[in-house]
């Protein structure tokens, strides 16, 4: 089983910036990681794709966040980062991250619990 655990969310104001972190561990070896991503969930609206970053480091953004928000991953630690800035009332959401790839005894797709993220105007 894949833990995946999710930190950084915090209240800030509108113009802020934040860094949002997510590992992945198992108890046993993860042998690879291929998709990693963010996504956020606001009040009364769906889950939405934030941003994602494939294992060869081409990465995907939501128009809304495009300019404003860089992705990145560290392979050696198995961790993805969501550097936010310029941040807007409307990114106010649950940010939850997805990873998925490989074990020594499956594949795995796991989510993480979920950050808060309060943008106030």
């Known amino acids: 089983q894949v833990q995946v655990v999710e930190s950084g969310g915090d209240l800030v104001q509108a113009g802020g910036s934040l860094r949002l972190s997510c590992t992945a561990s198992?108890?046993?070896?993860?042998?690879?990681?291929?998709?990693m991503g963010w996504y956020r969930q606001a009040p009364g609206k769906q889950r939405e794709l934030v941003a994602r970053?494939?294992?060869?480091?081409?990465?995907y953004y939501a128009d809304s966040v495009k300019g404003r928000f860089t992705i990145s991953r560290d392979n050696a630690k198995n961790t993805l980062y969501l550097q936010m800035n310029s941040l807007k009332p409307e990114d106010t959401a649950i940010y939850y991250c997805n990873v998925d790839g490989l074990t020594m005894r499956r594949a795995f797709n796991s989510w993480g619990q979920g950050t808060q993220v309060t943008v106030s105007s």
């Open positions: 198992a108890s046993g070896s993860i042998l690879s990681i291929n998709n």
């Open positions: 970053i494939i294992s060869g480091g081409s990465t």
